[in-house]
């Protein structure tokens, strides 16, 4: 067992400690050591990194036999006693996230009545997931008014061990599971859970509580938030951001949001005036198509490839080309895969599935569609023109396919 000296002193970063062992695995050196201040990975925080007699420390877990192992970069020069340090920055940040997430829980079962079911701490952000699938916006905002009210009033953060016995009687936010004397940290008539996370001493140490999202994930809702420095970095983010926008629509900030309603009524606008466009080129196109197909003789086959188009304009082109009267269109196009569109004209009573299927095993990807109107891809551009041509061939033969034509 470890003697694990960041229960009683999260403010410790720096100690010595006497080195059990120190052995080699596929991930690097794993140090055990009589007594530790490095955090392991374990109740949603991450682990503190930082260094061991100058070595880098680069993971930190628990065993089942209540030890903390330290993974090490190379093997130590010394043996003994040796000088440890961790990294303040992570270990802080992770004090204000911690902290910050036991006073929004709390804040939540106080204002929305809604228990904490999970709790992750990760790089840039943290989660807690409430147990209920409904929340409303103005609900998260009340937690959180409420939670910065506590950090504000900076409230003692007080951590101490006690029997199980007595920790049942202290009126816990969560029960604890675990055996033995727990851990309790206890924010001033506030709040008081078993934990064996690291902690600020007080409240306004925190820094402040911020919602950044509010998601629905398995039944839950999670909430995304940050706390003291991850706050003021995400605001600083935020204003850039914006910043950045209003430059682009040499607006002020507050100017923002109706600039960009105008934007997109604008986008709309020309939106809906280009799809007018792409009909009439459509129809235009198509015309001119089906004129030359004229001056052939028997089934009238159109077959064309088109370059960079939308997909949506050659599904115009296919449509009116089969407006124009009784023909066959088989168009591909060449964009970042091969794309086809088949149509044929309800008189011939053709069914352009199976065709598509195969000409799709030729382009290496799928498609499919109605009887008469189908349309797909793949990623071989390669082999475009010659699974139009082919699907012409089927067509003209109308075998090997016999259910290519299908009388009712």
């Given at each position: 067992m470890t003697q694990r000296l960041y229960y009683h002193d999260s403010y410790l970063c720096h100690f010595s400690a006497r080195l059990l062992e120190l052995s080699e695995s596929s991930g690097g050196w794993i140090a055990r050591l009589d007594r530790s201040a490095f955090y392991p990975t374990s109740g949603g925080q991450p682990h503190d990194v930082g260094s061991i007699g100058g070595v880098d420390v680069c993971n930190v877990i628990e065993n089942e036999l209540d030890q903390v192992l330290h993974w090490l970069k190379e093997p130590l020069r010394q043996e003994g006693e040796v000088h440890c340090a961790i990294d303040w920055t992570r270990r802080f940040d992770h004090m204000q996230q911690h902290s910050g997430q036991h006073v929004l829980s709390q804040a939540f079962i106080r204002t929305a009545k809604l228990d904490t079911v999970g709790f992750h701490m990760g790089a840039d952000y943290a989660t807690i997931d409430l147990a209920t699938d409904s929340i409303s916006p103005g609900q998260v905002r009340q937690a959180e008014d409420l939670a910065n009210v506590i950090v504000y009033e900076n409230r003692p953060i007080r951590i101490r061990m006690v029997l199980r016995e007595e920790a049942l009687s202290l009126g816990l936010r969560k029960e604890s599971q675990r055996e033995g004397p727990l851990r309790i940290v206890e924010v001033q008539e506030f709040d008081v859970s078993a934990c064996g996370g690291t902690h600020v001493r007080?409240?306004?140490?925190?820094?402040?509580?911020?919602?950044?999202?509010?998601?629905?994930?398995?039944?839950?809702?999670?909430?995304?938030?940050?706390?003291?420095?991850?706050?003021?970095?995400?605001?600083?983010?935020?204003?850039?951001?914006?910043?950045?926008?209003?430059?682009?629509?040499?607006?002020?900030?507050?100017?923002?949001?109706?600039?960009?309603?105008?934007?997109?009524?604008?986008?709309?606008?020309?939106?809906?005036?280009?799809?007018?466009k792409n009909k009439l080129l459509a129809r235009f196109q198509a015309n001119e198509l089906f004129n030359e197909a004229l001056a052939r003789p028997g089934l009238r086959i159109i077959k064309r490839i088109f370059e960079g188009e939308e997909l949506e304009f050659i599904k115009l082109v296919a449509q009116s080309l089969v407006a124009c009267g009784s023909c066959i269109a088989l168009l591909g196009n060449r964009s970042e895969q091969a794309q086809v569109v088949f149509a044929a004209s309800e008189s011939l009573n053709l069914d352009l599935r199976p065709l598509m299927a195969e000409c799709c095993k030729l382009l290496e990807g799928k498609g499919g569609g109605a009887r008469a109107l189908v349309q797909g891809g793949g990623k071989n551009i390669s082999n475009l023109q010659a699974a139009l041509d082919w699907v012409e061939s089927q067509i003209r033969l109308q075998a090997p396919l016999p259910t290519a034509f299908n009388p009712d």
């Amino acid at each position: 067992m470890t003697q694990r000296l960041y229960y009683h002193d999260s403010y410790l970063c720096h100690f010595s400690a006497r080195l059990l062992e120190l052995s080699e695995s596929s991930g690097g050196w794993i140090a055990r050591l009589d007594r530790s201040a490095f955090y392991p990975t374990s109740g949603g925080q991450p682990h503190d990194v930082g260094s061991i007699g100058g070595v880098d420390v680069c993971n930190v877990i628990e065993n089942e036999l209540d030890q903390v192992l330290h993974w090490l970069k190379e093997p130590l020069r010394q043996e003994g006693e040796v000088h440890c340090a961790i990294d303040w920055t992570r270990r802080f940040d992770h004090m204000q996230q911690h902290s910050g997430q036991h006073v929004l829980s709390q804040a939540f079962i106080r204002t929305a009545k809604l228990d904490t079911v999970g709790f992750h701490m990760g790089a840039d952000y943290a989660t807690i997931d409430l147990a209920t699938d409904s929340i409303s916006p103005g609900q998260v905002r009340q937690a959180e008014d409420l939670a910065n009210v506590i950090v504000y009033e900076n409230r003692p953060i007080r951590i101490r061990m006690v029997l199980r016995e007595e920790a049942l009687s202290l009126g816990l936010r969560k029960e604890s599971q675990r055996e033995g004397p727990l851990r309790i940290v206890e924010v001033q008539e506030f709040d008081v859970s078993a934990c064996g996370g690291t902690h600020v001493r007080m409240t306004g140490e925190i820094g402040g509580i911020l919602v950044r999202k509010l998601e629905r994930v398995n039944r839950q809702a999670r909430v995304t938030f940050v706390s003291g420095r991850r706050a003021v970095q995400a605001s600083r983010n935020d204003s850039d951001l914006l910043e950045a926008v209003a430059r682009r629509f040499s607006v002020g900030i507050v100017e923002i949001p109706k600039r960009i309603e105008k934007q997109l009524e604008e986008g709309k606008q020309l939106r809906k005036a280009l799809q007018e466009k792409n009909k009439l080129l459509a129809r235009f196109q198509a015309n001119e198509l089906f004129n030359e197909a004229l001056a052939r003789p028997g089934l009238r086959i159109i077959k064309r490839i088109f370059e960079g188009e939308e997909l949506e304009f050659i599904k115009l082109v296919a449509q009116s080309l089969v407006a124009c009267g009784s023909c066959i269109a088989l168009l591909g196009n060449r964009s970042e895969q091969a794309q086809v569109v088949f149509a044929a004209s309800e008189s011939l009573n053709l069914d352009l599935r199976p065709l598509m299927a195969e000409c799709c095993k030729l382009l290496e990807g799928k498609g499919g569609g109605a009887r008469a109107l189908v349309q797909g891809g793949g990623k071989n551009i390669s082999n475009l023109q010659a699974a139009l041509d082919w699907v012409e061939s089927q067509i003209r033969l109308q075998a090997p396919l016999p259910t290519a034509f299908n009388p009712d």
